[in-house]
Nanobody, 127 residues
């Protein structure tokens, strides 16, 4: 599975950005896609994730407390693409954002549960 993240950029505090992550290659019938971020000098942390089952059409999502209510994760199954709509951005949201793919559910906040990682897309928030 290859992941291509895009959509990062420079935005003022209070502004919005939408990140995209396109997955290609052989995915499974039930999988999880997620976003993590890493600021300079800090550990990579969980942001949000969403699961999808092709057969049952069941989907679940989860957010970190720091972004809940401001960020929304979604997916386009036909395009194998995941999105992260980020609103009310704060300077502390600035980081390199990575998309990740897990071959099986459930949704997890743990990095080691994800099998594939994309290159990051940089989000900069000016105050």
């Amino acid at each position: 599975v290859q992941l291509q993240a895009s959509g990062g950029g420079l935005v003022q505090a209070g502004g919005s950005l939408r990140l995209s992550c396109a997955a290609s290659g052989r995915t499974s019938s039930s999988y999880v896609m997620g976003w993590f971020r890493q600021a300079p000098g800090k550990e990579r942390e969980f942001v949000a994730a969403i699961s999808w089952n092709v057969y049952t059409r069941y989907s679940d999502s989860r957010y970190s407390d720091s972004v809940k209510g401001r960020f929304t994760i979604s997916r386009d199954n036909a395009e194998n693409t995941m999105y992260l709509q980020m609103n009310s951005l704060k300077p502390e949201d600035a980081a390199l954002y990575y998309c990740a793919f897990a071959l099986s559910p459930p949704v997890s906040t743990l990095r080691h549960r994800y099998n594939y990682w994309g290159k990051g897309t940089l989000v900069t928030v000016s105050s």
